[in-house]
């Protein structure tokens, strides 16, 4: 097994024809090393690469996020975390980020408090109020 950054993860999953030489590197890494450890923060990461500069839609960033949680080649740091968060990302509207705080203050049995009024529409959250 080894880790892998964003970058690399990225390049695995995404055919970016402007990094073709990258794209097949990363492939071929990956495919050798057989077992990727994926962490939490390349997690966070690699939702915002895709949102925000591959400009992909939520569904497919789902599709993506689904293919790492069942795909037996990828190890999930903190994984039922990361599957709590799915879950919620899945049926609401804030940010995948967001919602592995909230299931990292939930396992710790705390309330969320938060400014963002999407992400406090989800159980165990309270917005903040501005004075």
């Known amino acids: 097994m080894i880790a892998v950054d964003t970058n690399v993860l990225i390049r695995a999953i995404v055919d970016d024809p402007e990094q073709p030489a990258q794209v097949k590197s990363s492939k071929a890494l990956i495919k050798k090393a057989g077992e990727i450890f994926i962490s939490q923060i390349v997690q966070v990461e690699t939702v915002w690469v895709l949102e925000t500069v591959y400009n992909l839609k939520r569904n497919k960033v789902l599709l993506v996020l689904d293919t790492l949680a069942l795909n037996s080649a990828y190890t999930i740091e903190h994984e039922h ?47 903040v109020q501005q004075r």
């Open 81 to 127: 975390l990361f599957f709590e968060a799915l879950a919620m990302f899945r049926k609401n509207t804030a940010d995948f980020a967001d919602y592995l705080i909230l299931a990292a203050a939930q396992k710790e049995e705390l309330v969320l408090a938060t400014f963002d009024k999407r992400l406090s529409k989800s159980s165990g959250v309270k917005l």
